[in-house]
């Protein structure tokens, strides 16, 4: 692959800005950006120097001059834009999760056909507290992973006085969505489960609704399995009192030699003299774009497998979907 790689970006919502900053950290240029939302499209463009504006994306492929496309469009227009892609020849980096339900993704993948390389932008699992915890296990300082514990809780459906609960201030959509916690949020915590413990099968799910007017589920207990008798369970509430409004995460890891403990921002070996590590969040919240986006552009340079590809988070999209058959859910397109 030649190294005069250029990209479009599909997308122009709050989370677009760390895409194409990420973009500009890897050294590729963005040529163009596309939103339904011609506004939108404009001030990214805008903001971020790229030179062409489209507002469909049939328009924006048939116009071309990139060789890959970074989908960061809302889930419905996942699989439509993907097979646009692939019919043009221009590989995908999509934003997580790849479609709706298990079987679109499967209807989806048969019909790229292996024609275009396909990651899935899963980035919890390149964000630097999450990249510590597995460069520890992988080290082998806690011995064979045993039993893991994740928790994740945030006040961000709690009410507001006089202004909407900050998450859906921040994500509108939410407002829409029959499945919420799990689908929208801890689908990452079940695909950084999965990248430690390997596969997992849910024994059991509960989900709840604690927060008013919203017809997604905001509160989840998980029971999974894994090999060798491993029990991992994955809990969240993100409509929790006192906790802050964007939510964060407690992740145990018990070993056969030792214990990891991830607490929001902190990460410690239990019971050691070693000094916990912490990492800033927020100064380095852009680190996990970078990382995702930079390994994408080095698998199609070098023609190397991706961490988080379509089958990979295939596996994903099962283990989620499979917590709602669980629960009781019926799966369906939101």
């Known amino acids: 692959m030649a190294d005069e790689l250029c990209a479009a970006l599909v997308g122009a919502g709050m989370i677009s800005q760390f895409h ?6 890897a050294g590729i240029k963005v040529v163009a950006v596309c939103d339904i939302d011609r506004t ?12 062409f504006v489209h507002d469909d994306p049939a328009e924006l492929f048939a116009e071309g001059g990139f060789q890959l ?18 019919d043009h020849g221009v590989h995908v980096l999509l934003q997580k999760p790849m479609t709706e339900t298990v079987h679109e993704a499967e209807e989806l993948i048969e019909y790229l056909n292996n024609r275009i390389r396909f990651m899935v932008h ?27 514990n994740i928790f994740c809780r945030g006040q961000g459906l709690c009410p507001r006085e006089g202004r909407e ?11 829409e969505f029959r499945r919420n916690l799990v689908f929208e949020t801890m689908i990452h915590h079940l695909d950084v489960l999965r990248a430690i413990a390997g596969p997992l099968k849910v024994v059991a799910a509960r989900l709840n609704r604690l927060a008013t007017g919203l017809p997604g589920e905001d509160t989840a207990s998980i029971l999974m ?17 006192g906790y802050p409004d964007l939510h964060g995460d407690r992740l145990e890891v018990i070993g056969s030699k030792g214990t ?7 990460v410690s070996l239990v019971g050691s003299d070693e000094q916990p590590v912490t990492v800033d969040l927020l100064a380095r919240y852009q680190e996990c774009f970078d990382t995702a986006i930079n390994a994408f552009v ?10 988080t590809d379509y089958l990979d988070n295939l596996e994903t999209l099962q283990l989620m979907e499979s917590v709602y058959q669980a629960a009781g859910v019926e799966v369906k397109p939101t």
């Open 20 to 25: 194409l900053r990420a973009w500009e950290n």
């Open 40 to 51: 939108k499209a404009e001030a990214r463009a805008k903001e971020f120097g790229v030179d």
């Open 69 to 86: 496309v970074d989908i960061a469009a809302s889930v419905e227009a996942h699989a439509p834009v993907t097979r646009m892609a692939a």
């Open 122 to 148: 899963e980035n919890y699992r390149f964000r630097p507290h999450y990249m510590m915890v597995r460069q520890w296990i992988n080290a082998g300082r806690i011995g064979d992973v045993r039993h893991i």
């Open 165 to 175: 609960p900050f998450l859906v201030e921040r994500q509108p959509y939410l407002t």
């Open 225 to 241: 399995e894994g090999q060798n008798g491993l029990i991992a369970v994955a809990d969240g509430c993100i409509c929790a009192p």
């Open 260 to 266: 990891i403990l991830m607490d929001y921002n902190t």
């Open 298 to 307: 080095q698998g199609i340079r070098n023609n190397t497998p991706f961490e």
